[in-house]
């Protein structure tokens, strides 16, 4: 549905995007996983015929999406990051005006947002610019949807929306993709990429893996450590200055950390016992997409 071959965008000296390869299947859920800066608003807009691409080419269902950006525009529903629906309007007002500007009605494709709409309808008489975020979102998401779209492309969704908000959210999606919408979205939250069918990991403009989100936990084949308890920085430093440690860094209330491949738990115990620190809080767990994430931005 959406292939991503060979793209690259500048912005002066400032290399966005640099020889991208995506493909989206129809019907999928695919998720493009990075922080903030790596290049994942420059490629949405890219799809959605934002902005040129200095090289490499993106198709839509088949076409070009610069030769055919007109389809594009009229077959897919995007979300932008930032909440861009007119402030002064009525929930029902916006609705109302995102369906004429694609010929149709609320009426028309209301089952396609009944799930959703069925929350912001005891406000639908209240300005858009007075709705929580939670509401802002779900607003936002019904206007991308109602006119049919192919593809559904979501911009950083969740950010700045409340933890109950982004699991609602996450669940609107997966009932959409059951429905047969395909759906690309993007995301800073590595959290965020189980609910994905598969993933992209970017950083820097780069693809550094393309898999399921159990085939890149699969991948990392190396032992993983959490250290939990209160400690300072002082101690990532620590832990990073020893060989027998490949990467540490905070993670919630613990400290991650990734061992060289001949290094093992008990050999790091007792290092750390010779440097007064408790290791009864030292185990080994299994990896998370933030772990694999972390150990690919330090390959070489």
Not at 115 to 120: A, N, T
Request: aromatic share 8%; with cysteine; net charge negative.
């Amino acid at each position: 549905m959406i292939h991503f071959n060979n793209v690259f965008k500048n912005y002066e000296e400032v290399a966005a995007v640099q020889g991208i390869n995506i493909k989206v299947n129809s019907g999928e859920l695919f998720g493009l996983i990075g922080p903030d800066g790596a290049g994942k608003t420059t490629l949405i807009r890219i799809l959605t015929t934002l902005l040129l691409a200095d090289k490499g080419t993106v198709t839509f269902a088949g076409k070009d999406v610069v030769k055919n950006y007109l389809y594009v525009r009229n077959n897919v529903g995007y979300m932008p990051g930032t909440f861009s629906l007119y402030p002064d309007l009525t929930v029902e007002e916006n609705l109302n005006f995102f369906a004429s500007s694609f010929s149709t009605t609320i009426e028309e494709n209301y089952h396609l947002i009944e799930p959703i709409y069925v929350q912001l309808a005891p406000f639908k008489n209240r300005k858009a610019g007075a709705l929580s975020g939670g509401m802002k979102q779900k607003l936002a998401l019904c206007c991308a949807l109602i006119h049919k779209p192919e593809v559904l492309v979501l911009d950083e969704p969740t950010t700045g929306v409340d933890a109950v908000s982004r699991k609602e959210f996450w669940a609107m999606l997966k009932k959409l993709k059951e429905g047969g919408l395909t759906i690309f979205v993007s995301t800073p939250y590595m959290d965020e990429a189980e609910m994905c069918d598969r993933v992209a990991l970017i950083q820097d403009g780069i693809i550094m893996d393309t898999d399921t989100p159990q085939g890149v936990t699969a991948k990392f084949g190396q032992t993983l450590l959490a250290l939990r308890g209160k400690y300072k920085q002082a101690t990532i430093n620590l832990l990073r200055s020893l060989p027998q440690v490949k990467n540490a860094f905070p993670f919630g209330d613990s400290i991650h950390i990734t061992l060289t491949p001949t290094s093992s738990l008990t050999e790091l115990k007792k290092l750390l016992t010779t440097e007064n620190l408790d290791c009864d809080n030292l185990k080994e767990i299994d990896p998370v997409i933030e772990d694999c994430f972390m150990d690919l931005m330090t390959n070489d």
